[in-house]
């Protein structure tokens, strides 16, 4: 079993003590960072850990990262996407086909994109995409929709696939009002949740 946690930065340059307090405290196995701002003369190692790195430098926002203990075998898969930025790794197994585990983000001003969605998913047995995507609908998200949202439920209703979001906000707007934005999507893999984690049979 593993224990897979996601972790939105909004920006991991001035949280790093925090971030190191977060790892031990829960000792995951993997975790998936969004939002990380960082650029790539910015440090981000972790006794331990193998880090994988996609920058934004584009823009001054977004940035994804993937962090895996150094003791399991792995190896850096590359998924070309415009619309969704992503960090991914393809876990190594004997005796089973291979796991791919991306940590992903989406700007709100970006469209969901299908095309996009089936090119990850598309001859991988094992997949898991984690992360904030920016989208809203009902069945995760208590208050509204979102067009991203609509369109990504029409996504999985059409493939089969299966989506797990925290059963609390993960943002809050100066209004106090709450929305879920991060969530999981995965799809042939047996997967055990709790309120801080995810953990991968």
């Known amino acids: 079993?593993?224990?897979?946690?996601s972790w939105?930065?909004?920006?991991?340059?001035?949280?790093?003590?925090?971030?190191?307090?977060?790892?031990?405290?829960?000792?995951?196995d993997i975790i998936c960072m969004q939002e990380t701002r960082l650029k790539p003369a910015d440090n981000l190692n972790i006794a331990n850990y193998i880090t994988h790195r996609t920058d934004c430098i584009t823009?001054?926002?977004g940035g994804t990262a993937l962090l895996i203990k150094s003791s399991i075998p792995h190896h850096a898969t590359v998924i070309n996407t415009t619309l969704i930025e992503n960090t991914t790794i393809t876990i190594e197994r004997r005796n089973n086909s291979p796991i791919t585990i991306l940590s992903t983000y989406k700007s709100p001003s970006k469209p969901m994109?299908?095309?996009?969605?089936s090119a990850i998913f598309r001859n991988r047995d094992n997949c898991i995409i984690i992360g904030d995507l920016n989208a809203k609908h009902i069945t995760w998200?208590?208050?509204?929709?979102?067009?991203?949202g609509t369109d990504l439920y029409q996504f999985i209703q059409n493939c089969g696939y299966?989506?797990?979001?925290p059963d609390q906000?993960?943002?809050?707007?100066?209004?106090?009002?709450?929305?879920?934005?991060?969530?999981?999507v995965f799809?042939?893999?047996?997967?055990?949740f709790s309120r801080n984690n995810t953990s991968l049979i």
């Open 187 to 192: 799809q042939r893999i047996q997967l055990t």
């Open 59 to 61: 823009y001054a926002g």
């Open 169 to 184: 906000p993960t943002k809050t707007n100066h209004t106090g009002t709450g929305s879920v934005l991060d969530i999981c």
């Open 141 to 148: 998200n208590p208050c509204r929709n979102n067009k991203q």
């Open 1 to 5: 079993m593993l224990k897979i946690l």
């Open 113 to 117: 994109s299908s095309q996009e969605l």
């Open 8 to 28: 939105n930065a909004n920006g991991i340059r001035q949280k790093k003590d925090e971030f190191k307090h977060f790892i031990s405290l829960h000792n995951p």
């Open 162 to 165: 299966s989506i797990h979001a």
